[in-house]
């Protein structure tokens, strides 16, 4: 049985995530959710050298905000903080590769939204230094 | 008043023709299998008929014009008002007033009563299976006042404790505000031994009513409440429209919410007289042409007498609940069918709740999944979210069996064997 938007590559990225868990000593770290239907996604990354070296993520809910949170992580490993700066919403939502209804983007952006608010907080901590 | 001999048995098929949206596929094709009732119930044609009626025909302001159209939409309205206080058994028309939804009747309660007459040493007594909108309004005049929240524990299946009453419900409450019928677990509450053992006390009783006027017999006497508050909207009526019952003596004794139009009697530079009841609480331009037609909804309802209502959804919540229980992996929250409503939420392992909702919804059935505006309850409940499926006057036996295939076809689209 299939369907268009569970297909193999969400489920199995629901089912067997990407890095799921955590890091020993991240540089940063950050959380968020969806209120309304309870999404959860914790976010680490480990950066050295402007690069994302390692990324682990954590959470609960549903399909589509957990395996977005491992194909996310999939991506962004040895990427630079400036390509990360440069990666916008219909990436993140084509790297999912199933067409998401409006109500269900906040599902498919919500580590992206993490991970954007990782980005500039490092960038804040550089130009502050 | 004479009686009316009311069938016990609804002619479903009848039942459906009154629902234009009921009959009316999706945009995926499919028929629509409409389980959200417990969100906002569907309209029946001659409630959409009185809303355009009256805003083709008579549309004004109410107590205000002297012309012709203000005469009739004022009559009408009032008889709207009529209407209701006959469907709760209130002793007077003036208890009644019109509010925006079961959200503003508690609000209203919980700052003109509370802010007024609560003090520090005094408590409410609330429980977690509340909706927001009978928990929130509570916090926030605690906060304000210094009074203090109770809650009264619930039971492993979702009922109120009721066997450790007395340690929460003592002398310093000065309000119970509990729910009829739960939007999530279902349950009935026993208002009637609540009310009693408030009113021995001296508590008043707030009533949220939302799930549980659509469809049971309501009587504001008896049990002896003091506060009713429903929506219209989950009543086959329009959004926009509720109401809030309060017996005359509170209400007077009580200063006003909302401060503006039509509750004012007389308006001097520094202070004000306020209007005699209901308009007291109903500042500004009311939704008018919801109420009348909210009118016209209790007529519905009526016509068709809560004795058939009620066989009817308990006929579709027992199949719905046995059927439920044989799908491996999932679990119903709440309790058994003695003591259960048209609504069952449940969790399905290894499909989570959105998933459930959109993969259903692929297969025409319409429920809601999140937390239904009672967190608290999820958070004691343990999950994040449910699924929930409720049940109205017009659903169908067939409609609970598709229910049913398509948890199977999500259950199977997410390979769960």
Redesign the interface.
């Known amino acids: 049985?299939?369907?268009e938007?569970?297909d193999d590559y969400i489920?199995d990225n629901y089912?067997s995530p990407y890095h799921k868990g955590h890091l020993e000593h991240p540089t940063i770290a950050h959380e968020d959710e969806n209120p309304?239907?309870?999404?959860?996604v914790h976010l680490e990354l480990l950066v050295d050298n402007d690069q994302v070296k390692e990324a682990r993520f954590d959470g609960?809910?549903?399909?589509?905000s957990q395996a977005a949170a491992s194909i996310l992580t999939r991506e962004i490993e040895g990427k630079s903080l400036d390509e990360l700066k440069g990666f916008q919403a219909p990436q993140m939502l084509k790297l999912l590769q199933v067409p998401l209804t409006a109500s269900?983007q906040k599902?498919g952006l919500l580590c992206f939204k993490i991970l954007k608010t990782m980005i500039y907080t490092l960038d804040d901590k550089k130009t502050s230094t | 008043m004479f009686a009316i001999e009311l069938s016990t048995k609804l002619d479903i098929d009848a039942v459906r023709r009154e629902f234009p949206i009921l009959a009316k596929p999706l945009p995926n094709g499919m028929p629509l299998v409409y389980l959200d009732s417990g969100a906002t119930a569907q309209k029946p044609r001659q409630v959409i008929d009185k809303l355009v009626e009256c805003l083709e025909n008579y549309n004004a302001n109410v107590h205000r014009g002297i012309h012709a159209l203000g005469d009739r939409v004022t009559t009408e309205l009032e008889a709207a008002r009529e209407k209701v206080r006959e469907f709760i058994g209130a002793a007077e028309v003036e208890e009644i007033i019109f509010t925006s939804g079961t959200t503003m009747s508690i609000n209203l309660v919980a700052n003109a009563w509370g802010r007024k007459f609560l003090k520090p040493s005094d408590e409410i007594l609330v429980n977690e299976m509340e909706h927001h909108a009978n928990l929130v309004p509570w916090q926030q005049i605690a906060h304000a006042t210094g009074a203090r929240l109770r809650f009264i524990p619930l039971t492993a299946d979702g009922r109120l404790d009721l066997s450790t009453l007395d340690e929460v419900l003592t002398e310093r409450t000065k309000l119970v505000a509990v729910t009829a019928l739960s939007n999530v677990l279902g349950t009935i509450n026993p208002i009637d031994e609540i009310a009693a053992r408030a009113k021995a006390l001296g508590a008043l009783v707030l009533v949220d009513g939302a799930q549980s006027v659509p469809h049971a017999p309501t009587n504001v006497r008896s049990p002896d409440i003091d506060f009713l508050a429903f929506s219209g909207h989950k009543l086959y009526g329009p959004t926009g429209i509720g109401v809030m019952y309060g017996k005359r003596k509170l209400l007077e004794s009580m200063d006003p919410f909302l401060c503006g139009g039509n509750m004012i009697r007389r308006v001097r530079k520094e202070s004000s007289d306020f209007a005699e009841l209901p308009a007291k609480f109903e500042a500004g331009t009311l939704p008018i042409a919801e109420a009348i037609a909210l009118g016209s909804a209790v007529d519905y309802v009526q016509s068709l007498g809560f004795a058939a209502i009620s066989a009817h959804e308990h006929a579709l919540t027992k199949r719905a609940y046995e059927k439920l229980s044989q799908i491996p992996g999932l679990v119903i929250v709440g309790p058994g069918l003695e003591h259960r409503g048209a609504i069952i939420s449940f969790t399905v392992e290894g499909v989570?709740?959105?998933?459930m909702a959109?993969?259903l919804d692929?297969r025409g059935v319409a429920v809601r999944?999140?937390?239904h505006c009672t967190m608290p309850l999820?958070e004691l409940l343990k999950v994040?979210?449910t699924t929930r499926a409720s049940f109205a006057l017009y659903n169908t036996l067939a409609e609970v069996d598709a229910l049913c295939e398509a948890i199977e076809?999500a259950r199977?689209?997410?390979?769960r064997k």
Not at chain 1, 60 to 64: E, K, L, P, W, Y
Not at chain 2, 412 to 415: A, G, I, L, M, Y
């Open positions: 049985m299939s369907d938007l569970y489920l089912e309304l239907c309870g999404d959860y609960h809910g549903c399909a589509i269900r599902c | 989570h709740p959105h998933d959109e993969l692929r999944a999140g937390h999820h994040t979210a076809y199977k689209v997410f390979r």
